[in-house]
């Protein structure tokens, strides 16, 4: 099966990391899979994406099935003849603004063939009835426990203090870094560190939160956030609001715990996994979204819609 994937290339690193872990796991099945990557960010950016596209479908030959990623890039793949698709929505493009949703049911009307949710909570918000809800998996042989002390030493960071870790960009404003540093402040402790993630290569960022005694995340919305998954696999005590599939995710796991959005109970949360000794259980824990298993279900949904247009 010739599967193309269409998504954003604007990133530092190019292609998003969930993105092309994706596509990698995916081949393992046997799927031939090209990749095409808008330039170009805004509305403007997407459009002028449309003919380039187009071309390419043109000289590559006929694919089997066209999986886009996030909403623009969908429409602008929709918009150059792409068919039949699939069209992964990631979080923010159900969540952000309620417009977003028209025109996804707009375009999942007339030209798309499946949609793929990460959570429970995004298919409720979406409320399309035949929307699949498939969670990011997690390669759990790039993202899996190391000893602390390793991981401290290849990041430089101090031995001698204990690490907080925010998972995201402070300046990206819906993952909240305001409510992290606002509970930080609370903890007041000289011995505590913050740290943050930030253009960081993807094989790098086990070494962040296997070196990080707790790894927080206080985001205003989120679809299925690989970060949370991604500590788990390396059994990383963490606290996180209720978001997305969080909940679901990590509450059954000791040493995980959810906050409310008060900056009095993150810091609580956080002072709780500071005290928790030893690796969690949250490898064991998300063994059911091992990447692995989780590519078999995009691929039966590939033969569900391959030859329809």
């Not at 923010?92 to 030209?111: C, L, P, T």
Request: glycine fraction near 6%; proline fraction near 3%.
């Amino acid at each position: 099966m010739k599967i193309l994937f269409v998504s954003s290339g604007n990133s530092k690193n190019g292609i998003s990391p969930i993105i092309k872990n994706q596509g990698e796991s995916l081949k393992n099945y046997g799927l031939e899979l090209d990749f095409f990557t808008i330039k170009g960010k805004g509305i403007k950016g997407y459009l002028k994406s449309i003919p380039v596209l187009r071309e390419f479908l043109k000289n590559n030959g006929s694919y089997d099935v066209v999986h886009a990623h996030y909403w623009l890039s969908a429409i602008v793949a929709s918009l150059a003849g792409s068919k039949p698709m699939v069209v992964s929505l990631m979080g923010d493009d159900v969540k952000a603004k309620s417009w977003f949703k028209w025109i996804i049911y707009f375009f999942n009307f007339f030209s798309w063939s499946k949609i793929i949710v990460k959570s429970k909570d995004m298919y409720n918000s979406l409320g399309l009835n035949k929307a699949d809800i498939v969670p990011n998996g997690i390669d759990m042989n790039r993202f899996k426990p190391i000893e602390q002390s390793i991981a401290i030493a290849e990041l430089g960071w101090d031995s001698t203090k204990r690490h907080i870790l925010f998972t995201s960009d402070p300046k990206r404003v819906e993952k909240n870094f305001k409510l992290t540093k606002e509970a930080f402040d609370i903890i007041d402790d000289e011995n505590l560190e913050l740290h943050y993630l930030k253009d960081v290569p993807n094989e790098k960022i086990f070494y962040y939160y296997n070196a990080s005694d707790v790894v927080v995340l206080t985001s205003l919305w989120e679809g299925s956030p690989n970060a949370i998954k991604e500590s788990m696999a390396c059994s990383r005590p963490i606290v996180a609001t209720d978001v997305g599939d969080v909940k679901d995710v990590l509450s059954k796991t000791k040493g995980c715990y959810i906050s409310t959005f008060e900056p009095e109970d993150v810091a609580s949360k956080i002072k709780k996994a500071l005290k928790f000794k030893g690796k969690t259980t949250g490898r064991e824990d998300i063994q059911y979204l091992k990447s692995e298993l989780v590519a078999k279900k995009i691929v039966n949904i590939y033969n569900s819609v391959k030859g329809k247009v």
